[in-house]
């Protein structure tokens, strides 16, 4: 793949899949995005970040401190990584090299993997404070059985973040990146990732949005889906956690 920085302008849009979304592919909406020579066909699946006041919750401490970290953040609008130049998205804050680094290997793989890549991005919320980050582990191998289950999947590439601001709870958001072949409607899968983080006391949820997905018939998505799910590595939120804790998690994907 040849060097390409692509203009991108606008923010990130963080999208939440939903069964009560209407499951149309957007194709007007992605076709702005530049292509290249290459083959592969990509679906980009993207969701706005929801905005939720702040819970009560006794468990929560007065005041969680910050963990010092030792990830080097960059603050340039590209970034080269295996011979070519993405354009990513600062965020205002700058990108975590590390977790930038790990993300994008992964989709890297997931593309010399399968003809076609599904980019699936989603948030999860939760009712109250964590130290640990148990809940993520265990839903993704609840979601993970489904989805074999269901689809077949031999592989499935991820990539989750914990962060926290405003609220009293953290929050995540995660990437996936699943054979887009084995794919034909997204209603299935969202209704798969409500049922494996939701609970019945609605204290677990998904927020949702109008529109769930994007679909894009060039490999040039590539260098957008990057730039979208760059957004992840933002220092913003991160480091309230307990020591041991772990910011992030990747797949460890290999050819």
């Not at 991820?158 to 794919?183: A, M, N, P, T």
């Not at 409500?194 to 260098?223: L, M």
């Amino acid at each position: 793949m040849r060097e390409i920085a692509p203009n991108i302008t606008g923010g990130f849009d963080i999208a939440v899949l939903t069964y009560k979304s209407k499951d149309e592919a957007l194709i007007g909406k992605a076709s702005s995005l530049p292509e290249t020579a290459k083959k592969e066909r990509l679906f980009l699946l993207s969701k706005e970040e929801a905005n939720n006041p702040p819970l009560n919750n006794k468990e929560t401490p007065k005041k969680i401190k910050r963990t010092t970290n030792r990830k080097r953040v960059i603050s340039d609008d590209t970034f080269l990584h295996n011979g070519v130049t993405y354009q990513i998205n600062t965020a205002k804050s700058g990108l975590y090299v590390e977790i930038l680094i790990r993300i994008i290997d992964q989709f890297e793989i997931a593309v010399l993997k399968w003809k076609r890549v599904l980019v699936l991005r989603f948030d999860l919320h939760t009712h109250k404070f964590t130290k640990d980050n148990h809940s993520q582990t265990a839903f993704r191998k609840r979601l993970f059985q489904k989805l074999k289950r269901v689809y077949g999947f031999k592989e499935i590439g991820f990539c989750w973040v914990r962060e926290q601001e405003r609220s009293k709870s953290q929050h995540y958001h995660w990437v996936l990146f699943l054979d887009g072949d084995l794919i034909r409607h997204s209603k299935r899968i969202n209704q798969l990732i409500k049922d494996a983080w939701e609970r019945p006391c609605g204290n677990y949820h998904v927020p949702t949005i109008k529109r769930p997905f994007y679909f894009a018939d060039s490999s040039q998505v590539a260098i957008s889906a990057i730039y979208r799910v760059s957004y992840l590595a933002k220092p913003r939120g991160k480091g309230y956690r307990a020591k041991q804790t772990k910011d992030y998690q990747c797949s460890r994907m290999k050819l």
